[in-house]
């Protein structure tokens, strides 16, 4: 099975999020006590004094002081899952930066790469592409070895996004030998391995993926300042390679037992690929009831804030597909017309994501015995899945559609050629080995 991985991005940052400059100008009192209100749990007093923070370090003339509150308020609203908000103040502290600092410097690095990530996981991919490639080539100016692994890692996540799976373990594996080659083996290389861990699981490299998964492990077991979000990432990667497995009871649980403690961390986390993963065992399972409720879950704001426009797109074509199954066809139609339209104009059209939707909506438009439509968006997910996973039972049930309505237009060589494929395919697929059982129940309190 292929899961669409998608990442809660980690910001950099240059050394934590208290103000490191002392100041007596008014924005650093006000920084001070939006500091302590966050700490505190309450964010709405919070908000206003890093907004009045803000407002008062630009109305002094103070551009080291706007640039920092700014990037303090970005991080705020990205850690609320404000992505627009959260996008024009980390876009305000790097105009401020670029103002004050021409030179490069580890503060001007941090911006770019806080924006690049922020702007790719709100869906601006190219943005984000361009904001850390910045930021990598201050980094390397400024041989900030760290930074500059850390900033490739964010990179691979992007390619990831696109589908660009190559290029991303190529960014992963430079990321993992700067950090072996400064003997830099900490938090940081726990979370490039999980990034090539991810990767991995994405195209069914499923051996290749437990093994780098089981180095991330112990790193972040040995790390001190891993954080509830990274030991969350670790958990969804692993019940996907359960699943991948056909562990299923086994995944749901980790899946499962991952969302409640998102739920009860403090502050709540909200990682999407949680209930979406989730929702992807209960369509491959035919429990569509539950799959709906999720993903219905996920396209409802007060659930798990607002999605940028590709993340909702991907709900959206698996919620239609399941619409399909529970034969509510109409709402289906609309849903994958939307999901494909806004797909096919993104960085992320050639991804498996993409992929994925396209052939499920050829199945329905088979279904409708419009076979005109239904070749062309069959052809569309098999020219992505032969580039990335050309041996895979995605692959073959793939190319078994494509002979079922190959057959019905009459291009009889074309069924027969597409059904040897997939025969051949399905001789030569080896399930992949399982590894030893998980106690899913210790390994939760266990990476707690």
């Known amino acids: 099975m292929i899961l669409i991985l998608m990442c809660c991005f980690l910001l950099a940052t240059d050394g934590g999020s208290a103000n490191p400059i002392v100041s007596q100008a008014p924005w650093s009192k ?55 908000a959260a996008v024009t103040y980390l876009r305000m502290a790097v105009t401020v930066v670029r103002r004050i600092s021409p030179a490069d410097s580890q503060q001007k690095g941090a911006a770019l790469s806080n924006l690049g990530v922020v702007l790719s996981d709100t869906g601006s991919l190219n943005e984000g592409e361009e904001s850390l490639l910045e930021a990598l080539r201050v980094f390397q100016n400024l041989d900030s070895h760290e ?51 991810r990767i991995y699981a994405a195209v069914g ?51 499962k037992s991952a969302i409640e403690s998102a739920r009860t961390a403090d502050p709540p986390l909200i990682i999407l690929d949680l209930p979406y993963h989730l929702a992807e065992l209960y369509v491959q399972t035919k429990q569509y009831s539950k799959a709906g409720e999720l993903l219905e879950q996920l396209l409802y704001p007060q659930a798990y804030g607002s999605l940028n426009a590709l993340t909702r797109a991907q709900v959206e074509g698996k919620l239609a597909f399941v619409l399909m199954q529970q034969h509510q066809d109409q709402r289906a139609e609309a849903l994958f017309q939307g999901a494909l ?70 291009r009889r060589d074309d069924a027969k050629d597409c059904l040897s494929r997939a025969k051949a395919m399905r001789a030569v697929i080896e399930s992949p080995p399982p590894s030893s059982t998980v106690d899913v129940g210790a390994l939760a309190a266990e990476m707690r």
């Open 30 to 84: 006000l920084l001070q006590n939006a500091n302590a209100a966050e700490d505190s749990g309450d964010f709405k007093a919070a908000e206003q004094y890093y907004l009045q923070a803000v407002g008062a370090a630009a109305d002094g003339g103070d551009p080291v002081g706007h640039f920092v509150v700014a990037g303090e308020l970005g991080q705020f609203y990205w850690k609320r899952d404000n992505g627009p």
């Open 147 to 197: 930074s500059v692994a850390t900033t490739y890692d964010s990179l691979a996540l992007v390619e990831m996004y696109r589908g660009k799976y190559t290029v991303a373990e190529e960014y992963s594996k430079k990321s993992l030998a700067i950090l072996k080659e400064h003997g830099l083996e900490n938090l940081a290389t726990a979370r490039s391995l999980l990034t090539l861990a």
């Open 205 to 255: 490299r499923t051996p290749e993926a437990e093994r780098i998964l089981a180095q991330s492990q112990a790193l972040f077991r040995g790390s001190p300042s891993s954080v509830k979000a990274d030991i969350i990432q670790y958990r969804d990667t692993k019940a996907s390679l359960l699943f991948a497995q056909g562990r299923v009871s086994e995944a749901e649980r980790l899946w």
């Open 341 to 410: 339209s806004t797909m096919v104009a993104s960085p992320a059209n050639e991804s498996l994501a993409y992929a994925f939707i396209c052939l499920r909506y050829a199945r329905l438009k088979a279904q409708h015995k419009d076979w005109h439509e239904a070749a062309l968006y069959v052809e569309r997910g098999v020219k992505i899945e032969s580039a990335v996973i050309p041996r895979s039972s995605a692959m073959a049930e793939a190319l078994e559609l494509s002979a079922q309505i190959y057959g019905k237009l009459r």
